[in-house]
């Protein structure tokens, strides 16, 4: 059962446009989401997160977007830079609990920007 | 300041065996957590060692044991390996605050094994 679901695994980009990751959650119990960017022979890097409380979260060039109805989430890069090409995860968590910062993983999305 | 280190890099084992793997948290954390990533697909989580117990699981069988240490070093033994069981297997540290809670988790490189 994926709790957590990334339906594009890649996206290409031209350099100075938008990216924009998509994902998608089932269980409503999630209160916590997080995006995480991988290079290979890398672990995953924490990136931008938002609390269910929030609808929006900016950090410089990323933005995540959270639709609590829809279970849906997103991730906006802009302008889109070389450097960008990754992997990139969305995760789940329960914030509160006895959750201990458990995260669930989508499958993740390779983004190519190129120049 | 050193992050989350893991070893060994690369290991190819055979069906049957069993293996140990190894992290060391980023300074300053207590927490450590297993992950399991399976070629194209996100990390799965494994279990969680906080106070040298194991105190969060996920559904992996009882192959799958782990260690903490007082230094708050962490080891992943798994016994009687499958060829399913080829994976990243990725180590993540945190900080347990008064709240009993996790917070952010900083991820080491991996350890790619490969069963044959």
């Known amino acids: 059962d994926q709790q957590v679901k990334q339906n594009s695994p890649s996206l290409s980009v031209q350099e100075g446009r938008i990216s924009i990751l998509n994902c998608d959650y089932t269980n409503s119990m999630f209160d916590y989401f997080l995006w995480y960017k991988k290079y290979p022979a890398e672990g995953p890097t924490f990136l931008i997160s938002i609390s269910s409380i929030k609808d929006k979260n900016e950090d410089g060039r990323f933005t995540v977007f959270l639709n609590k109805s829809a279970k849906h989430l997103s991730l906006h890069i802009v302008p889109s830079q070389p450097g960008d090409s990754a992997v990139y995860f969305c995760?789940?968590?329960?914030?509160?609990?006895?959750?201990?910062?458990?995260?669930?993983f989508g499958q993740g999305t390779i983004l190519t920007v190129h120049p | 300041d050193a992050g989350v280190t893991q070893s060994p890099t690369h290991l190819i084992k055979t069906r049957g065996q069993q293996v140990t793997l190894r992290c060391s948290p980023k300074?300053?954390?207590?927490?450590v957590s297993w992950y399991q990533q399976a070629l194209g697909q996100g990390p799965q989580f494994i279990f969680q060692y906080y106070e040298e117990e194991e105190r969060q699981r996920g559904n992996f069988p009882d192959r799958f044991s782990g260690h903490q240490f007082p230094n708050y070093s962490s080891e992943l033994n798994v016994n009687a390996l499958l060829l399913g069981d080829s994976a990243l297997y990725l180590c993540?540290?945190?900080?347990?605050?008064?709240?009993?809670?996790?917070?952010?988790?900083?991820f080491g490189p991996g350890t790619r094994l490969t069963v044959t």
């Open positions: 300074s300053g954390h207590d927490t």
């Open positions: 993540a540290s945190s900080l347990t605050g008064t709240s009993g809670r996790s917070g952010e988790q900083y």
């Open positions: 995760a789940a968590s329960l914030d509160g609990g006895t959750s201990y910062g458990k995260l669930t």
